[in-house]
């Protein structure tokens, strides 16, 4: 039997086991949401703008282990996607992006609504795809999707013109593909998995860093597992919050520009640094000079070989599947009669505590305005430690992640890499979707919210009972805390001027709007939001103006030099 | 350093920016550039003339290696190799300048494969050093156009690429 392009498309989803996908539909995608109308297997969740639904579909993917879809037009539907692929890309998320484009014939003409949507996104997906025969259709589709989930998994657009979709062909959807220019490695080298297991043992000093591979990799439990056995003191990166539990007492909280000082100090004096699914990024390791003084050893662990040896040199490197690698391990380590030192480990960890000591996360829990950790606190508690919990870019963002003790991996959702607000509302959509019932909250600032809140809109159409934590502080908050710690208190349009009554706006859209000004009510605001199972709530907490996110370390300076608070100024 | 880099990549549309795209994207270098389709027409091969450290002569490489239509990379620099290059120069070949040419030409292992009463077009072979070095064994005023294809390398021996 002849199916249409569109009607292919809506079966590969199908074949995909697709349950939902987000869009926006326009001229050049006609023939798809036709096909979409006639059946009821893939749901279609319409946003309020491209950018939200591939955020959406991002944030479903992030919580889940699946592909996440996103459907828009040719032209602007197209434009309006990138800042959202270029999200995923940075972070490596597994996601198919169907993009209308203008008929074949009229592809270079500058015709309406074109765009060369293959250019514009080349250097922020994985890969991309201009379908030029309805015959090609189906098997880069499945392509599509194999590309996406395997090896460093990342976004995969296929852009689909207006024709293609309305001419006929059989369908037949490929069982398997093989490609012979894409063998991602799978097991990582055993003998380099051995070299690695020495020198873990041989450490006086270890150290384990763990990123976002590990939670992608749906690794964390051996990961867990790997480090219990070895009893060694473990951070996060603000990727790979959750892939160890937070609450256990191996974890010294995350490293980097706002990681805890004993974090921070572990990872610069250790003698050997364990890296899993890490990048050594930017914002981690802070000046690599500096990071690259200390001959400490590095093994690093990572599904991607350009990772290996990019910012920092390291001596044992593993390129594989991290959940492969550290199943070897873990069964070298229950093999050999080698144990780790126990001496050196139990002084190494006496230097810990000492570095804990410091305290650096206290905060003011006397003040009579609201405290933002305080409101991370609270949520983290009335939550049970179990939510999932998105966030936009700022200072919220890094109380979120450095109060909110994660134990579990993809509860945690931001945008690590481009660093992108407006991305918490539309993820915090698509996890409330792939987890009907679950607890979703969404932390923000009211700089961000806004640059996507017309989905509350999509909050209402879809029933959506989100919890948004307002942390407002009036500020462009991270922007000014750099005012004031580099440009000298000039605060150059960074307040926030003319905000809305963000609790009416929110029941302008139909929900449920707080606002809370007082320290003694947050607990309750938060428990009754949550109780509230049915509604979205929309908390405005009025926080802190002129409060800063710390310790910190300053850009292009090295792990150990850090403003841990207002009194080091 | 000077690195020569020669990969195969699938001949779809598209596959060329791919490449050259990874390189502004990343600030790499290009000396040089050429691609077209192999005995087998499926697929291409480039063979991509750059200088940098060996650290960013690792990370082109790797990232060559990661993009999708890449089939296999080396840097044919790391052992033994051969390198040649076409050029095609115009010059005004008039009076004695003409008998100069033809013996410069010949000297270069050159072949005239144009000429009329005042020019001559010179076809030239060889490693890139060569043919700079005929630009100072002639008049440089004599010259009127130039150009030149980009080198094209090979490994030598049983130093195969190939899928
Ligand atoms: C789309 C986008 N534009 C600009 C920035 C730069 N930026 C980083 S943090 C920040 C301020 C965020 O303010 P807000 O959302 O109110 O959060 P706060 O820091 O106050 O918690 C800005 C403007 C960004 N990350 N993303």
Redesign the pocket.
Request: avoid cysteine; charge should be negative.
């Given at each position: 039997m002849l199916l249409t392009g569109a009607e292919i498309v809506i079966r590969c989803l199908q074949e995909e086991k697709v349950e939902h996908v987000f869009g926006y539909p326009g001229g050049s995608v006609l023939y798809i949401y036709d096909e979409l109308f006639k059946q009821d297997k893939v749901r279609h969740v319409l946003v309020r703008h491209e950018q939200a639904a591939v955020h959406a579909a991002d944030g479903y993917a992030r919580s889940t282990d699946k592909v996440g879809v996103a459907l828009v037009t040719s032209g602007p539907g197209v434009t309006n996607a990138v800042t959202g692929i270029a999200t995923a890309y940075m972070d490596s998320i597994p996601m198919v992006v169907l993009s209308g484009q203008v008929p074949t014939a009229a592809i270079g003409m500058d015709a309406f609504q074109e765009v060369d949507t293959v250019g514009i996104t080349r250097p922020c997906v994985k890969h991309n795809f201009l379908v030029k025969n309805v015959e090609d259709l189906a098997a880069t589709i499945k392509k599509a999707f194999y590309l996406a989930r395997s090896g460093r998994p990342g976004p995969v657009l296929v852009d689909i013109p207006k024709d293609v979709s309305a001419q006929k062909c059989e369908f037949h959807y490929p069982k398997a593909i093989s490609m012979r220019s894409y063998n991602p490695v799978v097991k990582g080298h055993t003998g380099q998995i051995k070299k690695a297991v020495n020198l873990m043992l041989e450490a006086k000093r270890p150290m384990v860093y763990v990123g976002g591979g590990v939670v992608l990799g749906d690794a964390a439990d051996r990961l867990t597992k790997m480090v219990k056995m070895l009893g060694y003191p473990c951070t996060n990166t603000l990727m790979g919050l959750g892939a160890y539990p937070a609450t256990d007492k191996q974890f010294v909280g995350m490293l980097g520009m706002h990681g805890t000082y004993e974090a921070n100090m572990a990872t610069h004096n250790c003698d050997v640094l364990i890296a899993v699914g890490a990048r050594f990024d930017d914002r981690v390791i802070g000046d690599p000079n500096d990071f690259c003084s200390v001959p400490r050893k590095i093994i690093h662990i990572d599904i991607d070989p350009a990772s290996i040896s990019k910012r920092v040199r390291v001596d044992v490197p593993i390129v594989g599947n991290v959940g492969d690698v550290l199943d070897e391990m873990i069964r070298q380590l229950e093999t050999t009669a080698e144990r780790p030192d126990a001496q050196a480990l139990s002084d190494w960890w006496q230097q810990i505590e000492e570095w804990r000591g410091k305290k650096c996360m206290e905060y003011d829990r006397n003040s009579a305005i609201i405290k933002p950790q305080f409101v991370i606190e609270k949520l983290w508690e009335v939550t049970g430690g179990d939510a999932f919990v998105t966030s936009?870019?700022?200072?919220?963002q890094m109380w979120a992640a450095q109060y909110y003790k994660f134990d579990k991996p993809r509860r945690w959702l931001n945008s690590g890499g481009l660093?992108?607000?407006?991305f918490g509302l539309p993820s915090a959509m698509g996890v409330q979707l792939a987890h009907p019932g679950a607890p979703v909250a969404c932390v923000?600032?009211?700089?961000?919210v806004q640059?996507c809140i017309q989905e509350l809109s999509t909050c209402k159409q879809f029933r959506l009972p989100l919890k948004v934590v307002l942390?407002n502080?009036s500020?462009?908050?991270?922007?000014r805390q750099w005012q004031e710690l580099f440009h000298g208190n000039r605060f150059s349009e960074s307040y926030m001027d003319a905000l809305p009554d963000f609790a009416k706006l929110a029941e302008a859209y139909g929900h449920v709007g707080m606002t809370i000004e007082k320290p003694g009510d947050v607990e309750g605001a938060l428990k009754e939001a949550f109780e509230r199972k049915n509604d979205l709530v929309f908390m405005n907490f009025k926080i802190d103006p002129t409060e800063n996110v710390y310790p910190m370390v300053q850009g292009g300076k090295g792990l150990t030099s850090m403003i841990l608070s207002s009194e080091d100024l | 350093m000077r690195h020569v880099i020669s990969l195969l990549i699938e001949n779809e549309a598209g596959a060329l920016s791919r490449v050259s795209g990874l390189f502004s994207a990343r600030a790499y270098n290009i000396e040089s550039l050429t691609v077209a389709p192999t005995e087998d027409p499926s697929l291409s091969r480039m063979t991509i003339v750059s200088i940098g450290s060996e650290d960013i002569i690792e990370q082109i490489t790797k990232q060559l290696n990661k993009l999708i239509d890449v089939v296999k990379v080396v840097d044919l620099s790391e052992a033994g190799h051969i390198e040649r290059e076409l050029m095609l120069i115009k010059v005004r070949a008039t009076g004695k300048d003409r008998e100069e040419l033809k013996r410069m030409s010949d000297i270069f292992r050159g072949r005239i494969i144009d000429a009329t009463d005042s020019t001559y077009v010179i076809e030239l072979t060889g490693a890139s050093g060569k043919l700079d070095a005929f630009f100072d064994a002639i008049d440089r005023a004599l010259i009127l156009e130039t150009v030149r294809t980009g080198i094209c390398g090979i490994g030598r021996g049983d130093r195969i690429l190939k899928v």
């Open positions: 936009d870019v700022g200072q919220h660093g992108t607000m407006g923000t600032g009211e700089g961000s640059m942390l502080n500020y462009l908050g991270m922007v | -």
